[in-house]
């Protein structure tokens, strides 16, 4: 088979050149730090190492890049299980039930159960890369604004799914992060709405508010309990999962790294979205999707294989057409270019070897991510055995450094403890907070998708069920929104008395 | 706060608990009136096939009215839930909580002044003490040591300029 031949070609160039291994090994483990620190994701690490590939040769400066790339995708996964900071705005999707796995005293499976799945999502999604390039390409040329809008419709309908024990209380925030989201400048005309004269509030300050509303809230709610604030954190415990546990969790895995491949190739959909949507996808399909939100492993494993599975989708829309699947693959079309390289189906003919040996240095880098993230857990557990009165105002100090580096602006700060305030107010009266963080994500790609699909159709609404893929997005959507409160129905409680999860939350 | 759905049918609502759901639901409600009402000054847009800037944001807020009421009435429905007093050790310390607030505006204020390392030092010695240790010297060193390790990782493995305080500039 000719890929299988030019990818064993490639793995031979690639052995004859060590120091892009090491380059890759480089990459790969700064790439989790820096997916690890909150307000750090991969875009700025894969943007911060550019300049150094200048002088290297393609291979190496493109490894290295990869390596950060695929590793801080994993990176945000650590934290947030550990200490419900998520790394990255993907990561918000594993802190859910990672977190509550970590309270259970069950980390260490989970930070296991992520780095295997991250593994598995990613190496797949290479694969897929490889060998399906030329096929699923046409595929992202398919979608324009119209499907895109119904995608991010689809991915605000699973609002329904992550809202906990009260859907209205859900919807507020969902709704309520929506209108945070129309805080900034106009997507058509540049008017900036609600930002009171504030130019830094320009764009949606979406990572201050992520960081508040997770991370400084929790740190606020630890405060609160004497108990708590001498004790231990929590225990790591083991950190591989048994077979029986990973075998049931295996379809999970391959259904949200296809989800992830999928969602990838869509220009502008990256890996957040495809966390939250294979979460969703997974609760659908689980024989017990009540434990989901209570610390499920199969949760874990759905976000981080839906994360990493992405990788290989946004890299091919990027290779095969010359579009960029995401931010960070837009910053490497920047790092090809500089290369010499255009993107684009004759990159494929004219440097078929070096393409191979990049696919095979991929392959490398998520064995070098695997082995270098199962070797650091142990040592990252240790945070856990921190004392609270360490560790809670170390998380605190590492909020206000973590968003201070976004932007080099204290302003954003400010932004990220009127998020933890509010988030701590939120949690104690049971408002979930991460539909606030799903409609920030999703917000600003519906209504921008929107209002282009409305130009670019004369201003007809018929673009919303004359386009195949639109119509089944939307309809998938309803469905996505109403089956809860169906359920409920049907169950003959309706919607749970508001306030009920408050009175269990004090206990 | 769990995701977690509530056991059981229609648990009782304290009373503190239907005060506060009813005061953030009129919270809510109110931001959301104030969003339609400065929405109404955006300007209209130039192209005749765009809804305009305001057209979402006053969705978004109608929507919010919306279930906000549908909120507000369910609270007000619910049955009262029995009284039960919390032993005074497990009350949790809500004072510590202002103070844990207050001394994180206080270090963002600051960071401005005296920069990062004075800021954050200070900030951290503060937050061990008020969470219990009572070994002063203890603190400060492991204030001292964090707030080094973090400026180490930020500023220079990562490159990223911490303040430095415009007191020092």
């Known amino acids: 088979m000719y890929e299988l031949d030019m990818l064993a070609q490639g793995a031979q160039t690639l052995l004859n050149q060590p120091f892009a291994l090491v380059l890759a090994l480089l990459g790969v483990t700064l790439g989790i730090i820096i997916g690890a620190l909150p307000g750090l994701t991969a875009t700025m690490g894969v943007a911060i190492l550019l300049p150094f590939t200048f002088g290297m040769d393609p291979v190496s400066g493109l490894l290295m890049i990869s390596g ?68 699923l390409a046409g595929f992202a040329l398919e979608f324009s604004a119209s499907e895109s809008f119904a995608l991010a419709v689809f991915g605000l309908s699973i609002i329904a799914s992550i809202s906990g ?23 058509m005309g540049g008017f900036p709405r609600y930002t009171g004269g504030y130019t830094e509030l320009f764009n949606v300050p979406f990572i201050p508010v992520m960081i508040g509303l997770f991370a400084a809230a929790e740190a606020f709610k630890s405060l609160e309990d004497p108990a708590v ?3 231990m954190a929590a225990a790591l415990g083991r950190i591989i999962p048994p077979w029986s546990t990973f075998r049931r969790i295996l379809g999970t895995i391959v259904r949200s790294t296809g989800l992830g491949v999928v969602i990838g190739i869509i220009p502008g959909a990256g890996a957040d979205i495809a966390a939250f949507v294979a979460y969703n996808e997974a609760k659908r399909f689980s024989k017990t999707p009540e434990n989901y939100g209570k610390g499920e492993l199969a949760a874990v494993a759905a ?25 960070v693959t837009a910053v490497m079309l920047g790092a090809l270019t ?76 400010g932004i990220m403890l009127a998020a933890g305030v509010i988030g701590y107010f939120m949690q104690k009266w049971d408002f979930p907070a991460s539909p606030v963080v ?25 673009f919303l069920y004359t386009r195949p893929i639109t119509a089944v997005l939307l309809l998938v959507a309803a469905f996505t929104l109403l089956l809860p409160l169906l359920r409920r129905l049907k169950s003959g409680g309706g919607a749970p008395p508001a306030g009920q999860g408050a009175v269990e939350a004090t206990k | 706060m769990s995701h977690a ?27 959301a009136i104030a969003a339609i009402v400065v929405a109404q000054d955006f300007p209209a847009t130039t192209l005749e096939t765009d809804v305009g800037p305001a057209r979402f944001p006053i969705l978004y ?20 839930a029995p009284r039960a007093e919390t032993p005074a050790a497990e009350r949790p310390s809500y004072g510590a909580v202002a103070l844990g607030i207050a001394g994180t505006a206080a270090c963002l204020l600051a960071m401005d002044y005296v920069g990062y390392g004075i800021a954050t030092g200070v900030y951290l010695f503060g937050l061990m003490t008020l969470m219990g240790r009572r070994n002063l010297l203890m603190n400060a060193v492991i204030a001292a040591v964090l707030t080094a390790a973090i400026y180490a990782t930020f500023a220079y493995a990562l490159s990223v300029p911490l303040p430095m305080g415009s007191l020092f500039e």
């Open chain 1, 438 to 462: 799903l409609a920030l994500i999703m917000g600003p790609m519906a209504e921008a998708s929107f209002r282009r699909a409305l130009s670019l159709s004369n201003g007809s609404y018929d």
């Open chain 1, 68 to 135: 950060v790339f695929f590793g801080g995708v994993y990176g945000g996964s650590v934290t947030a299980i550990l200490l419900k900071i998520p790394g990255t705005p993907a990561a918000a999707a594993t802190a859910m039930d990672g977190f509550e796995l970590t309270k259970k005293g069950q980390a260490g499976i989970a930070l296991g159960t992520a780095t295997l799945s991250s593994f598995l999502g990613g190496t797949a999604s290479v694969l897929v890369l490889i060998f399906l390039a030329p096929v």
């Open chain 1, 165 to 187: 024990a009260s859907v209205i209380k859900g919807l507020i925030a969902g709704f309520l992060g929506l209108l945070l989201a129309t805080v900034g400048l106009d997507p």
């Open chain 2, 61 to 80: 807020s109608i929507a919010l009215l919306v279930l906000c009421g549908i909120l507000a009435i369910n609270t007000l429905r619910a049955p009262s």
């Open chain 1, 303 to 327: 976000c981080e294989s839906g994360a990493n599975g992405c990788t290989g989708g946004a890299l091919l829309t990027m290779l095969t057409l010359g579009i960029p699947g995401d931010a």
């Open chain 2, 5 to 31: 759905p509530a056991p059981g049918g229609k648990a009782g609502l304290r009373p503190q608990d239907r005060i506060a759901t009813l005061v953030i639901a009129g919270l809510v409600a109110a931001v």
């Open chain 1, 338 to 413: 500089l290369q010499g390289l255009q993107p684009g189906p004759l990159l494929f003919k004219d440097h078929a070897d070096l393409v191979f040996t990049l696919f095979a240095g991929m392959l490398v880098c998520y064995v070098m991510m695997l082995v270098v993230g199962l070797a650091s857990l142990r040592f990252m557990g240790r945070i856990l055995q921190m004392p609270k009165s360490i560790l809670t105002p170390a998380i605190l100090a590492l909020c206000i450094v973590g968003t201070f580096a976004i932007n080099n602006s204290l302003f954003d700060v």
């Open chain 1, 229 to 231: 604030r001498t004790g």
